[in-house]
């Protein structure tokens, strides 16, 4: 048993740890506006924080959709059946990108209320103007993700990690210029950041079709992908399974967005320091999400091959890696706490006010870890349909009061609304585990 499990944990591993580096990258473009804008002033940093809130629900819907992509595509490979991957991937392209113009449109037509969101009245011109750059970057989030998720479901990780990383150098180096109006650039400040984030996701886009088109490697699913017919019947199994995916992971986020909505009304100060903790948070989940994607990766693999014995033992695998990763980031959550406040504003009423939120925010991580890793061996499994109903009780019916009730009712203030999520998390973490445990019943 214990050999048995040093095996997953290797192979685990092997997966996960450029997918740390790729899921960190996808925070990173939003980390360098907020750490950047932090230090440009107090008022953009506030913005900032109200639409990537919003945002993050739109752009974790998309990677959610994309994580429908595994356990087809995993499967297949496992089967040597490339062609029929290839073919897959077509479809997985048509929908993302079918998806990301639809979110599209709902945020577009979200942009003309963003004056009932309760946000302070100073903030609207610069929420406005950042808010349509990142509204242009959607479809090209899509893109990517569906052809970073079919690599990653050949189990060549690697791509996703060193794009999101030029990405990243991309997005950084024009932070810089256009923000502070270095090297002749104008001075833009926080529109100068959602232009450098529009410009380093189409560019994210540009180098990964030319990858996948120019590698030998992906030679045997290119000629799958053009002879392939696109057809109703193969788009519908696909949205079937990225759907509820989808809506479980933006469920999920929009607990923390419509938390952030809240923390609005509390003022600019909470809002900036909620956004400097969300931001850090953020950080220890993506950590978590890159080792939950390789568990349902491998047991997308194991589903492929019949081996029902490794469906179980891989994901316990998983969640011992996700336990110990967890225990590592609270600490350095605790120990560096000001470090990493501090490089996010200087500013101190929100140094102070997002001091106050590290307890709390290291409250809710075993939770998290737990229904990350759970919620990702469900998905390896394609059996995803009880993703939806328990996402909407434990993010939305409970997760969603909860945050009004412990924040305004018990007058808790920012506190009270991470403390909800640790209620949330927790709850979701045990309805997963449970209907992973049934799902795979079937087939051990």
Not at 4 to 16: D, I, S
Not at 100 to 127: H, K, N, S, W
Request: proline share 2%; glycine share 10%.
């Amino acid at each position: 048993m214990n050999r048995r499990y040093l095996q997953h944990y290797r192979e685990t591993l092997k997966l996960g740890l450029p997918m740390v580096v790729g899921q960190v990258g996808v925070i990173v473009l939003g980390f360098a506006d907020t750490v950047m804008v932090g230090h440009y002033d107090t008022a953009s940093l506030a913005a900032a924080s109200f639409v990537n809130n919003v945002f993050n629900l739109a752009i974790v819907a998309l990677l959610g959709f994309s994580y429908g992509i595994t356990p087809l595509i995993g499967a297949l490979f496992a089967r040597g059946e490339y062609e029929k991957a290839g073919r897959e991937f077509r479809h997985a392209l048509i929908a993302n990108v079918s998806f990301g113009m639809a979110l599209t449109l709902v945020m577009g037509t979200l942009y003309f209320f963003l004056d009932r969101f309760g946000q302070p009245e100073e903030l609207l011109p610069l929420i406005r103007s950042y808010y349509l750059t990142i509204l242009a970057s959607v479809v090209f989030v899509a893109w990517f993700n569906a052809m970073r998720q079919f690599a990653d479901s050949l189990t060549r990780t690697s791509v996703g990690m060193w794009i999101l990383l030029f990405g990243n150098v991309f997005n950084i180096c024009f932070n810089y210029l256009l923000i502070f109006g270095k090297f002749g650039f104008p001075e833009l400040g926080l529109l100068g950041a959602g232009i450098s984030t529009l410009g380093a996701r189409m560019a994210m886009v540009v180098v990964c079709s030319i990858y996948l088109w120019r590698r030998s490697v992906f030679a045997p699913y290119r000629t799958g992908f053009l002879r392939a017919r696109t057809a109703v019947a193969d788009l519908r199994r696909i949205v079937g399974v990225s759907l509820p995916v989808s809506l479980q992971m933006g469920m999920e986020t929009g607990t923390f967005s419509i938390s952030a909505v809240m923390a609005g009304w509390l003022g600019t100060v909470a809002l900036a320091s909620y956004q400097v903790l969300m931001t850090i948070g953020t950080l220890g989940f993506m950590f978590y999400y890159s080792i939950g994607a390789a568990v349902a990766i491998r047991v997308s693999a194991f589903m492929g091959k019949g081996d029902a014995a490794n469906v179980r033992s891989g994901a316990w695998a998983g969640y011992h890696l996700l336990l110990m990763l967890a225990v590592v980031v609270s600490l350095v959550f605790y120990v560096f706490s000001d470090s990493l406040i501090s490089l996010f504003t200087e500013d101190e009423a929100v140094v102070v006010a997002a001091s106050a939120l590290i307890l709390p925010l290291i409250a809710y991580q075993f939770g998290d870890a737990t229904q990350v890793c759970f919620a990702n061996a469900l998905r390896g499994t394609a059996r995803v349909s009880s993703m939806v109903w328990i996402a909407f009780f434990s993010y939305m019916a409970v997760g969603i009061p909860c945050s009004y009730l412990l924040g305004f009712v018990f007058s808790l203030g920012t506190k009270g609304l991470f403390y909800s999520f640790a209620v949330s998390l927790f709850m979701a973490a045990a309805l997963f585990l449970r209907q992973f445990m049934h799902a795979s019943r079937k087939c051990v």
